[in-house]
């Protein structure tokens, strides 16, 4: 799958969006965050792949991280007007067991075989640099996305866009539960601290090789199931129950301290896992 991106094209959509803040998937920190645990776990084969098709502009920099948010909705790049179905999966809440390529494919337009059809072609070393260099910076985007709970469980509210929620108290009908999870419990992971700061936390959390190695197991659609759980078991629980579908529930206090670190353990996943396709496609 290529859209034609060019060199010239990306560097001129970097200056575009310099004061562009995207608004979809995990925020512009979360998807930061998984880049920079990524960087922290690339192999030197990996590091030089990464250079040889950016230069020195690194995956954690926020317009690579957010690429593929900026140009789904940019009439400058019509040639990615189609790609929005590629940022997600709607697997129902609760009645799946997990991703069901028959039920949630819808034809190839999903983030789990997005990611396998953008890999190949990193990893295509016979594939021109301008296709290779799209790949990336989609893989690095969308292996982000399936870490978000709510872009794999969607319980009829397009992944919580439609429930309206407080957070804390605060909030109501500007505030949805899926952007609470792309940025409200974003930021109560970071704890106040940077993005490449919460990224070193978070990834100095694993001591262990063989548990670093374990959580980079598995393939997108393992992952997509295993968020899809996320979503089914946490995000559309409050209180025990499942969440109410009207009336502007209010995510309080045991909501965040719960959710928080489910989002700390998705970014950390989804950084080591990221990791790990790079490094394979640039064996």
């Known amino acids: 799958m290529s859209y034609r991106l060019h060199r010239s094209a990306a560097i001129a959509l970097f200056a575009l969006a310099a004061s ?26 990996a590091q030089q792949g990464v250079v040889k098709l950016l230069g020195p502009i690194p995956i954690s920099h926020p317009r690579i991280a957010t690429f ?30 997990g991703f069901d390529r028959s039920r949630d494919g819808n034809g190839g337009k999903n983030v789990v075989d997005a990611i396998e059809r953008f890999r190949k072609v990193l990893a295509d070393k016979s594939a021109k640099s301008d296709d290779r260099m799209e790949a990336l910076l989609f893989v690095v985007h969308l292996v982000g996305d399936l870490h978000q709970p709510l872009h794999c469980g969607d319980r ?15 909030g109501g009908n500007h505030l949805s539960l899926h952007s609470a999870w792309d940025d409200n419990l974003v ?14 936390q978070l990834n100095a959390r694993v001591t262990d090789q063989a548990e670093r190695e374990h959580i980079m197991q598995g393939t997108p659609e393992d992952w997509a199931t295993e968020s899809y759980k996320a979503a089914r078991d946490s995000a559309y629980k409050l209180g025990g129950a499942d969440m109410p579908t009207t009336g502007h ?18 970014l950390l996943r989804g950084g080591l896992r990221l990791a790990r396709i790079l490094n394979e496609a640039f064996k």
């Open 20 to 45: 562009a803040r995207p608004a979809w998937g995990w925020g512009e920190d979360g998807h930061v965050i998984v880049a920079a645990v990524a960087e922290l776990n690339l192999s030197p084969e």
């Open 156 to 170: 009829n509210d397009a992944g919580g866009n439609s429930l309206k929620v407080k957070f804390l108290g605060h």
């Open 68 to 97: 593929a948010d900026i140009v789904k909705h940019n009439a400058d790049y019509p040639q990615y007007a189609g790609t929005a179905p590629l940022h997600f999966v709607n697997i129902p809440v609760p009645a799946a067991q």
């Open 249 to 266: 529930p209010d995510l309080d206090d045991g909501y965040v301290k719960q959710n928080t670190r489910v989002v700390e353990d998705q």
């Open 187 to 200: 930021w109560s992971a970071m704890h106040k601290r940077t993005p490449a700061a919460t990224a070193a």
